[in-house]
């Protein structure tokens, strides 16, 4: 159970870093925003409460390591890595435009703070386990945390990495799957259904929790009983809200990718300040 300022603490940070999604959504024109919304509070606490990182130091090599494989919510951890000071946030009012460094996918080579460039899906998973492995073969006492969409596990090379990881068992990673049952083409148990995910992940070797991705008590227990778990590597199925904050856009396929208007921007703002 957290301390009541400390979820608080967290539950105004999520807030925070969703409004700036919202406004950097606005000035570039579109964004996949539905799904970095439901990602943020997974984020929040990593980044807020868990990662042992140096913003003035990105290469540290004992730097905790952060994959974003559903690479498409870079504009989600773009907002993170800016207001931990990676960067100037002035730089976001540029973000995905041409000549800028920021791509709607984040290239680690141009910006701060990435440690994967990630984008094309079911790839950053097969390298936070590798990273993960990198810190064991070396000694590193650092950990590995990555974020894996729902839609895609839809990816045959999720598999892989799953297998791989149940034989290697690199228990300094902790997977989260943002399980906001929506992919890009509607709700994913209709496309191809997913379920039971945990009976997956559990025959591939892993430990599985399954939480509410919104509830940072249950997202900072997850962690912790992940960084006490020395068998097996552990996947947190984060049971999340593609949308998650703006009422308008609470699972709803359109909202995968989408753009704001003014009207649509101070009704997504004011949809976070009541959430
Ligand atoms: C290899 C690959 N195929 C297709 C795409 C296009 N694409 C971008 S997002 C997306 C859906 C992903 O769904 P999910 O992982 O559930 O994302 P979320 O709902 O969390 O935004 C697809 C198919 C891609 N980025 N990479």
Redo the contacts with the bound molecule.
């Keep these: 159970m957290l301390a009541a300022a400390e979820r608080k603490r967290l539950q105004d940070k999520a807030r925070a870093i969703r409004e700036e999604i919202v406004k950097v959504t606005y000035a570039c024109g579109g964004s996949?925003i539905?799904?970095?919304m439901?990602?943020t509070d997974v984020l929040v606490a990593l980044y807020y409460k868990y990662m042992r990182i140096d913003p003035a130091r990105p290469d540290w090599e004992d730097r905790d390591r952060f994959v974003l494989s559903?690479?498409?919510?870079g504009v989600g951890h773009a907002v993170v890595l800016a207001d931990k000071g990676y960067f100037e946030r002035k730089l976001l009012d540029d973000f995905n435009k041409t000549g800028s460094p920021f791509g709607m996918?984040l290239d680690r080579l141009k910006v701060r703070g990435v440690d994967a460039s990630t984008?094309?899906?079911?790839?950053g998973f097969g390298i936070s386990i590798g990273m993960a492995m990198g810190a064991r073969l070396t000694g590193r006492q650092f950990r590995v945390y990555c974020v894996?969409?729902?839609?895609?596990?839809?990816?045959g090379s999720v598999w892989e990495s799953a297998m791989a990881a149940g034989h290697f068992k690199p228990t300094n990673l902790t997977v989260f799957v943002?399980r906001?049952r929506?992919?890009?083409?509607g709700p994913?148990e209709e496309v191809m259904p997913l379920d039971p995910l945990d009976g997956k992940f559990e025959s591939f070797g892993w430990r599985v929790l399954s939480i509410d991705g919104h509830d940072f008590d249950a997202i900072c227990g997850a962690i912790e009983t992940a960084h006490a778990e020395t068998a097996r590597p552990v996947v947190v199925i984060a049971n999340t809200v593609?949308g998650k904050g703006v009422d308008f856009m609470e699972n709803q396929t359109a909202w995968?990718?989408g753009g704001l208007d003014d009207r649509m921007k101070a009704r997504a703002l004011e949809s976070i300040a009541r959430s």
Excluded at 70 to 73: A, D, V, Y
Excluded at 148 to 155: I, K, Q, R, S, T
Excluded at 182 to 185: E, G, Q, R, V
């Design positions: 996949h539905g799904g970095a439901s990602q559903k690479g498409h919510g996918h984008g094309s899906l079911g790839h894996v969409g729902d839609g895609e596990c839809h990816e943002d906001n929506f992919c890009l083409d994913t593609k995968h990718y």
